[in-house]
């Protein structure tokens, strides 16, 4: 992503100039809250354009991703998420579709609860959103999520508490890639109590995209 080809750098100059008269005017006491992550990311934000144009793009979700889930994301998921690639749990295509989605899969076979929680699968979702954010073609088309629930059983529902399945929620609203379609190629009678809870959570608009409806 070039910057000269997305804003204007004089905007991005002025908008560096905010960033230090807010860093210079925080409280102590907040850089000792859970807002000390926002504050990082501002410092080392205002030194990188591409990243300053990352946050205008994604200040809701990095306030969202800090603010809300802080405890969430203090173990280093890098290390898991490599680990759940190499598993085969998660996947992308290398091609996008003929519409120019790009397809992300879930393999839920593959998922060994005495390996990796619902947290972990979670996590590494949104680390690869970070990957796609930058790229541009991403941000416009969107990506098709496919998943193969063969597998899940009542140990995986029971990790789908309120709270997850509202944070899945918060993430997803937050962020800035389309989610075109959600797509089970498998959908074992398990699941439908989490979409019978879930569904009063999500948008309608969500909710439209799942395939097969199964009669959601």
Request: proline letters at 4%; aromatic letters at 12%.
């Amino acid at each position: 992503m070039e910057v000269n080809k997305n804003c204007d750098v004089q905007a991005l100059q002025r908008f560096k100039l905010c960033i230090e008269d807010y860093l210079t005017s925080i409280p102590r006491r907040m850089e000792r809250s859970k807002s000390r992550q926002i504050i990082q990311y501002l410092q080392q934000a205002k030194q990188d354009n591409e990243l300053l144009l990352h946050y205008l793009q994604l200040r809701k979700y990095t306030e969202n991703r800090f603010q809300n889930y802080p405890s969430d994301y203090l173990v280093d998921y890098h290390v898991t998420f490599l680990s759940i690639m190499r598993k085969g749990v998660y996947g992308v295509l290398k091609n996008p579709d003929k519409f120019g989605h790009r397809i992300v899969f879930l393999d839920a076979s593959k998922w060994n609860l005495n390996e990796l929680s619902v947290n972990d699968l979670t996590v590494g979702a949104v680390l690869i959103a970070e990957t796609f954010w930058r790229h541009p073609e991403v941000l416009k088309n969107g990506i098709i999520f496919v998943q193969n629930m063969e597998g899940f059983g009542r140990a995986h529902v029971q990790q789908h508490t309120i709270y997850h399945l509202m944070r899945i929620k918060n993430i997803m609203q937050s962020l800035p890639i389309s989610m075109q379609k959600i797509i089970f190629i498998q959908f074992p009678p398990v699941l439908r109590f989490i979409f019978d809870v879930g569904k009063h959570m999500f948008p309608k608009k969500i909710i439209s995209r799942v395939s097969p409806q199964t009669d959601l």
